[in-house]
């Protein structure tokens, strides 16, 4: 089966940082994916890991643990324009697929 | 930009309708994919194609199908529609399969109201 788990919703303050976690336990693992989501648009690339280990890209950094199923997502600096839904994905290889299931998503509230 | 183009971007049609959605891949990308996403709700698989080819099937109705043509834009047809189906379809595509950590890039969108 397929199961992915993100809090639903976080508050964090303009200049801080926020962690925000993601547990899978999934029948594959090519990877983990992070997408930014402002509402009604489209999903955009943020980060992806399939090593153990902390990636970093400017202010957003993600961390994997594949014998945790464990992932988190770091925003440094926070800025009002972070305020967005974040969602964590695993891409499946079962079969001949490279499919992102998909999280349901955590919603960011960046306040001044 | 994506580099993913999808059309129409609004459509309100009433129950019982059929629609058809389109979507071109990025430039080069041979894998298309179909999301739905509803209010408050995530990211739901639909359906994968790889070069023309059905290659992963989701939580897709017997009431939607999908194909991908030879010159690789896609479509999805979506039939005897209910209000239930009223949501967000996004159409993603990537490079190829096997390929580790290559990305899915998605689309805008298209936004479908069902009254």
């Known amino acids: 089966g397929q199961n992915i788990d993100q809090p639903t919703e976080m508050t964090a303050t303009e200049g801080a940082i926020v962690q925000i976690n993601c547990t899978y336990q999934?029948?594959?693992?090519?990877?983990l994916f992070w997408y930014q989501q402002h509402a009604g648009e489209a999903p955009t690339f943020l980060s992806y890991n399939v090593l153990d280990g902390l990636e970093e890209k400017g202010r957003f950094s993600s961390f994997l643990s594949r014998s945790k199923g464990y992932s988190y997502l770091l925003l440094k600096e926070l800025q009002m324009k972070d305020s967005a839904s974040y969602l964590c994905?695993?891409?499946?290889?079962?079969?001949?697929?490279?499919?992102?299931?998909f999280g349901t998503g955590t919603l960011l509230a960046v306040q001044p | 930009d994506s580099g993913v183009t999808q059309t129409p971007k609004h459509l309100i049609t009433a129950t019982g309708q059929r629609v058809t959605l389109r979507c071109s891949p990025r430039s080069g990308d041979l894998s298309v994919y179909w999301y739905q996403q509803s209010l408050d709700q995530g990211l739901q698989f639909l359906i994968q194609?790889?070069?023309?080819?059905?290659?992963a099937k989701g939580n897709i109705l017997e009431r939607f199908s999908a194909q991908q043509f030879p010159d690789l834009h896609s479509e999805l047809n979506l039939s005897s529609l209910e209000l239930g189906d009223s949501a967000l379809y996004f159409c993603?595509?990537?490079?190829?399969?096997?390929?580790?950590?290559?990305?899915?890039?998605f689309g805008e969108g298209s936004w479908l109201t069902v009254v």
């Open positions: 194609y790889y070069n023309g080819e059905e290659r």
């Open positions: 999934t029948s594959g693992f090519n990877g």
């Open positions: 993603a595509s990537s490079v190829d399969i096997g390929v580790s950590g290559n990305t899915i890039y």
């Open positions: 994905a695993v891409r499946d290889q079962g079969g001949a697929t490279n499919k992102l299931i």
